[in-house]
Every structure is written in structure tokens, then in C-alpha cells.
């Protein structure tokens, strides 16, 4: 796995990850560039937080629909 910049009209090697014939370990590779990425240029994972916001509100509208009574308990 390498990381490469494509600006200006050319690719420029930014770094070496790692390198495997093995599905599992390029996964993991992948990962860790995507992480590399993050951390060196100082971007956010908009599509990770885009996914992550999207399942929380599916997840309280879930939990919202459901409720069937509530009780008061106390003054």
C-alpha cells in the first residue's frame, strides 16, 4: 500500500504502508493509510461522519417510535 499525492498534473510517493498478497492484511493496510492520510493532512473522514450522523438518527428515531407510554413518578 502506497500513498500517493496526484496534484499538479503528476503522482508524488508520499509513503510506504506496507505490502501483502493477502486480502485480509490489505484491508488492514488500506485502513492504515486512510489513517496516515487523516493524520499528516488534516482532514476529517466527512463520509465516516456522514454515515456515523446518518445511523445515530436512525437509531433515535428506532428508539423514539417505539416508545409506547411513559410514566410520571413523582411531583
Same mark, same amino acid.
Given at each position: 500500500?502506497?500513498?500517493?499525492? =496526484?496534484?499538479?498534473?503528476?503522482? @508524488? ?8 498478497? *493477502?486480502? !485480509?492484511?490489505?484491508? %488492514?493496510?488500506?485502513?492504515?493509510? =486512510?489513517?496516515?492520510?487523516?493524520? @499528516? ?8 461522519? *456522514?454515515? !456515523?450522523?446518518?445511523? %445515530? ?19
Amino acid at each position: 500500500m502506497v500513498v500517493v499525492d =496526484k496534484s499538479k498534473g503528476g503522482f @508524488r510517493e508520499l509513503a510506504t504502508i506496507g505490502v501483502s498478497l *493477502d486480502e !485480509q492484511i490489505l484491508s %488492514e493496510l488500506y485502513i492504515e493509510g =486512510k489513517k496516515w492520510i487523516a493524520a @499528516r493532512r488534516g482532514m476529517q473522514a466527512m463520509f465516516l461522519q *456522514d454515515a !456515523q450522523q446518518r445511523e %445515530e438518527k436512525q437509531v433515535t428515531e428506532y428508539l423514539l417510535d417505539n416508545i409506547e407510554t411513559i410514566l410520571l413518578n413523582g411531583t
